[in-house]
């Protein structure tokens, strides 16, 4: 209390001060009673959520996420910021354990917001939870379509091979393996050539870094078709956003430079967790291919393909049209009853514990 | 110095090292050809769609057209063109009733100007010649009940997409003919293209038979009709 008193004393502005005074009073309050204050920037509010959901105060962050959302409506809504503020809520509410509000939260991001495919993604992974794995399948075939082989994470590729591996579908699961490695076997390699490498020195990132000032900051349309050479989503970094918006000196650009590759060294991490995850599901598949060799059992369907006079069913072929998008419908058999208690209790035990 | 250099130099070592580690492990990944061969013996009848609702809603829709045809067969000496208009209440996406009203535009082939003339000049000189009648369509008026089976759609140009759907119709009417009115009934098929809420396109193809009346008497006509129409929908 004494430092900031003296701080407001030494300020010459008063009512700079006052508001000073008041907001460093009203965020420390804040943190620890839980309460959002009007004149706190959507920033500072939104760090608030975050402390709050690291702490698993996740109620108390929904609170604080419901005004910025509403806040964020009334500005615009459609922008990157109100749609990340939705994501956020639906994860928080995954993490509180209500899932269908969180997947009705992720179903509330448009087609044309840039957190519409990890919407989707994690909307499968929501109901590969609830057991509904023909709508997870459904779900997945627009995530990793074609047109967005290029933007899409080593992610969903994991969620495709869990899932498959829950309905017993096993050629499902080395298929979605080839592909992982077809994508990204040669994405590594371009991470590990901007770790390496000097940065500045490549044509792509040099390009990029002297075309960022203030007037034209970091951000997704910037990177065009760079982006399959740069680490995935480089444009949402606050670091980067912020350096960016520098005057340009070889200062900055070095900053620049060392920070790509450092996502560089994160996507990597990333990818290499993942490639973890598939080794466990394709040892597990290899495993129930002898078991189920030998095991007979009547499998259930699961979803339904079914539409009226005003409705068309398509084939789904390697092309796809856009118009398709999230009008996909699986049926799916699952697993084989087996006929031995203790089998069917085992099986379904380690398929659950992945 | 020295120490520096080396040190950066065992690191990128090190860091090489472990990538080629990871992509040896990401190459790993897949499965041998015996253990997908194995996996495929135990697929399940799993099926992908895709389901998409109809854009164009055409329950209890009436559909105005204007149409333009040509006509293959009939009277060999005559060339006959269509326009006209038709009138469709769509039931449902399968069925529609409607009427059809084309006026007919004629003119000699070749080969009927040859005997006009050839007639003619006979007649000029004083010599026989045999009178070529002609009977003349006039206009058709067609009641059809059509049935739309199959769906599709396509892309045009990659400007935008539209839905088809491809029909078979059957029809009843009357030709007027110069001679009188003759009974008329058709059978056919064709596309039609619903291009947005409000504006069609059709391509038909119809075989039509009806009888006319020359001075040898009575006699069957077949023909070909092939028609270009736009349309509203209401």
Known sequence: ?354 | MKTKYFSILIFVMLLTESFAAMAADINDLGGNKDLIRRARTLDPDNKIRVVQNRTVDRRWRVELGLNYGLIAGGDPYVNTQNLGGSLDLHINPMWSVGARYYEHYNELTSEGHRIYDAAKNNAEMGQPYQKTDIDYPLNSTLGVLSFYPVYGKLNFFDMGLAQFDLYVLGGYGQVHTESGTSPTWTAGGGAGVWISQHFTTRLEVRYQNYEDHISSGRRDLDMVVTNLSFGILL
């Open chain 1, 1 to 354: 209390m004494f430092a900031i008193k003296k701080m407001s004393v030494l300020t010459t502005n008063f009512s700079t001060a006052a508001i000073t005074f008041i907001s460093v009073l009203a965020l420390s309050s804040s943190l620890f009673a839980g309460q959002a204050i009007k004149f706190q920037s959507e920033t500072q509010l939104f760090d608030l959520v975050l402390a709050h959901a690291q702490k698993n105060r996740v109620v108390e962050a929904l609170a604080i996420l419901d005004k910025l959302i509403v806040r964020a409506a009334r500005v615009s809504s459609t922008s990157a910021k109100s749609d990340l503020f939705i994501m956020t809520k639906a994860r928080l509410l995954f993490q509180l354990g209500d899932l269908d509000k969180s997947e009705k939260t992720y179903a509330s991001i448009s087609k044309s917001s840039e957190y519409w495919l990890e919407a989707q993604e994690e909307r499968a992974h929501i109901s590969g939870r609830q057991g509904d794995f023909a709508k997870a399948l459904a779900q997945l075939q627009s995530v990793m379509a074609s047109p967005f082989e290029s933007v899409v994470g080593p992610e969903p590729y994991f969620v495709s091979a869990l899932t498959s591996l829950r309905i017993c579908d096993y050629s499902a699961i080395f298929k979605t393996n080839e592909n992982f490695k077809k994508r990204f076997v040669p994405r590594l390699q371009r991470m590990k050539t901007l770790v390496l490498s000097d940065v500045l020195q490549e044509r792509t990132v040099s390009e990029l870094i002297s075309s960022l000032n203030k007037n034209h900051p970091l951000s997704f349309e910037n990177i065009g078709p760079r982006a399959k050479d740069l680490p995935r989503n480089m444009h949402r970094d606050k670091d980067l956003r912020r350096l960016s918006m520098k005057p340009r000196t070889a200062l900055r650009d070095r900053a620049i430079a060392e920070r790509i590759q450092i996502l560089a060294k994160q996507e990597i991490s990333e990818i290499e967790n993942i490639v973890s995850k598939l080794h466990i599901v394709e040892a597990e598949a290899i495993q129930s291919i002898y078991l189920a060799e030998s095991e007979a059992g009547e499998r259930n369907a699961q979803g339904s393909i079914a539409g009226d006079g005003d409705t068309l069913i398509f084939p789904k072929t390697d092309e796809t049209w856009l118009d398709e998008l999230t009008h996909y419908a699986v049926r799916v058999e699952k697993c084989p009853n087996i006929k031995t208690q203790g089998d069917r209790v085992s099986n379904n035990k380690k398929r659950a514990s992945l």
